[in-house]
């Protein structure tokens, strides 16, 4: 039981943690986006759409070269806390969260786009700053886009593997996720752990976007 359980919790904490992170900055991003149309946002939205596109380990592989001890972010990093961030759940989260990045955005960057600028225009004729706009008018009126950019992102979070195998490894009880666990169970010929293994990630998914709609449209 603890074969499963323990890759579970940990894949549970790096997907909430990963989409977390991906949301913030995925809101950021689609409202830059969607109400600001220059050259530069074109081109960082092609940039953002990169890792649908090239393979997860590439992406991982990319990863491992910005993040690992020879780069400047990871010795940055390493002086600072002391530890270096490749081969750790840190580099999990981090890897889950720029493969979610994509899904989450799309979706959210949409909503936005439906708003009509109009809306938006009268409400700040009436004095109303950023963050009202966002809370009483955008909001309101895109949150589908933004609870089906919080569903995909997390899904995508949960199941990822190539990137985090590249830049986290398979390290039971650290970085070892479910995802990692199901690969390494079919390797050993230990198919009644893949079985349930992929049984226990399926449902705890499906569960919590269920609770996630929910909580959502309450």
Do not use: C
Request: charge should be positive.
């Amino acid at each position: 039981m603890e074969t499963i359980l323990t890759p579970l919790l940990l894949s549970l904490r790096i997907s909430m943690i990963a989409t977390a992170f991906a949301f913030v900055i995925g809101m950021l991003l689609a409202w830059w986006f969607a109400f600001h149309k220059t050259r530069l946002t074109r081109l960082l939205s092609v940039l953002v759409t990169i890792p649908l596109i090239v393979p997860p380990t590439v992406l991982g592989y990319y990863l491992l070269i910005s993040l690992g001890r020879n780069s400047f972010i990871g010795q940055w990093v390493e002086g600072l806390t002391g530890e270096p961030i490749v081969f750790t759940w840190k580099a999990a989260v981090i890897a889950a969260a720029i493969a979610a990045l994509p899904l989450l955005i799309r979706p959210i960057q949409a909503s936005f786009e439906s708003i009509s600028t109009s809306v938006l225009d009268a409400a700040k004729l009436d004095g109303a700053h950023g963050l009202q706009l966002l809370r009483y008018i955008i909001a309101p009126l895109a949150y589908k886009g933004i609870l089906a950019g919080l569903v995909l992102g997390f899904a995508r979070a949960m199941g990822e593997f190539g990137a985090t195998i590249m830049v986290a490894g398979n390290i039971p009880g650290k970085t070892q996720t479910l995802s990692i666990a199901i690969y390494d169970a079919v390797q050993a010929n230990r198919m009644m752990d893949a079985h349930l293994m992929v049984l226990a990630l399926s449902v705890t998914t499906i569960i919590f976007l269920i609770l996630l709609s929910k909580w959502y449209k309450s």
